[in-house]
C-alpha cells in the first residue's frame, strides 16, 4: 500500500486536490454502495486499476517513480493550461459575438427606418397623381361657386 511515511509531500498534495470530494455527501453512497455488495468481484474493474498503479509506486526511493511522478503532474499542468486558455478564448469569442450582435441591431433599426421612407414614397408615387388631382378638382371648384 502506499503510505504517508513514503511519499509526504505527494500524499499532502493528494490530499489536499481530493479535499472538495471527501467532503462530498454522495461519498456515503458509494461507501453504503461497497458494504451493500451482493457479490465480492463487483468492483473487480477497479482493481486492476489499482493494483497496476500499487507496482508503479512500490518503491518511494526509485527515481524512476519520482520522474513517473513528476512527469504526470507536469502533464495534468499542461492540461489544466489548455483547459484555462481554452475557457479565455471562449471569453474573448463571446465579446466578438456581443459586438457582432449589436452592430447587427444597429443596422436592422436603420433598415426599418429606411424601409419606412421607401413605403411612404411607394405610397406617395402611387396616390400622390390621383390625391393631386382631386384637390385641384376640389379647389377649382371652391373658386368657381365660394369665390
Known sequence: MLARS?????????V??????????????WRSAV????RPYQFIKFDQ??????????DPTSRQNATKLNEDLNDIHSIM??????VLNRGEKLENVSAISSRL??????FKWGAKKLTWQAML???????????FVCFVLYMKFFW
Open 16 to 29: 489536499f486536490l481530493l479535499s472538495p470530494f471527501s467532503r462530498n455527501p454522495t461519498q456515503q453512497k
Open 35 to 38: 458494504d451493500t455488495a451482493a
Open 81 to 86: 493550461k489548455k483547459n484555462i486558455e481554452e
Open 125 to 135: 408615387n402611387q396616390y400622390g397623381p390621383i390625391a393631386a388631382a382631386g384637390l
Open 105 to 110: 441591431v444597429d443596422q436592422s433599426k436603420e
Open 49 to 58: 486499476f489499482i493494483q497496476r498503479k500499487q507496482r508503479d509506486f512500490v
Open 6 to 14: 513514503c511519499y509526504p509531500l505527494y500524499h499532502t498534495l493528494f
